[in-house]
């Protein structure tokens, strides 16, 4: 599954379409008095409580590939466009880990009763990984 990735383009990319950071390749002493005066921490705690309500409205999540994701990108995108930015989703793939099912080890020689996940055996985080077109 394709799906738009909206952070990931809108970091240096936008702060140098909007004249804020220059390019890299760029020699001139840039002049970040206006970015640091537009931030302040009423508007970073504002946000930080948007995107918390996010996650408590969607599990707690907010990771790719949840519907807290696509919630938190949809709230990041309406707040760069409502301040006149033109917002464009890229997508690409990564690997990622997430558990399907609880591990299953059963015996069959000698005859004993399957291990009991969480007790007996467990399941080793990022032991595998798929890859899947996420963003």
């Known amino acids: 599954m394709r799906?738009?990735?909206?952070?990931a383009t809108l970091g240096t990319a936008g702060l140098i379409a909007a004249g804020l950071?220059?390019?890299?390749?760029?020699?001139?002493?840039?002049?970040?008095?206006?970015?640091?005066?537009?931030?302040?921490?009423?508007?970073?705690?504002a946000h930080q409580a948007a995107l918390q309500e996010i996650?408590?409205?969607?599990?707690?999540?907010r990771a790719s590939g949840t519907s807290g994701y696509d919630a938190s990108a949809a709230y990041v995108q309406e707040v760069l466009e409502d301040a006149g930015y033109s917002v464009q989703q890229q997508?690409?793939?990564?690997?990622?880990?997430?558990?399907?099912s609880d591990p299953v080890?059963?015996?069959?020689?000698?005859?004993?009763?399957?291990?009991m996940p969480d007790t007996e055996i467990g399941l080793m985080e990022y032991s595998g990984a798929v890859t899947s077109p996420h963003q």
């Open 91 to 100: 997508t690409f793939d990564y690997e990622f880990f997430v558990v399907d």
């Open 55 to 61: 996650a408590d409205a969607n599990g707690g999540a």
């Open 21 to 45: 950071v220059p390019p890299a390749t760029a020699a001139v002493p840039t002049d970040t008095s206006a970015l640091r005066t537009a931030v302040t921490l009423e508007g970073v705690r």
């Open 105 to 115: 080890l059963d015996p069959v020689s000698p005859d004993l009763p399957p291990y």
């Open 3 to 7: 799906r738009p990735a909206t952070l």
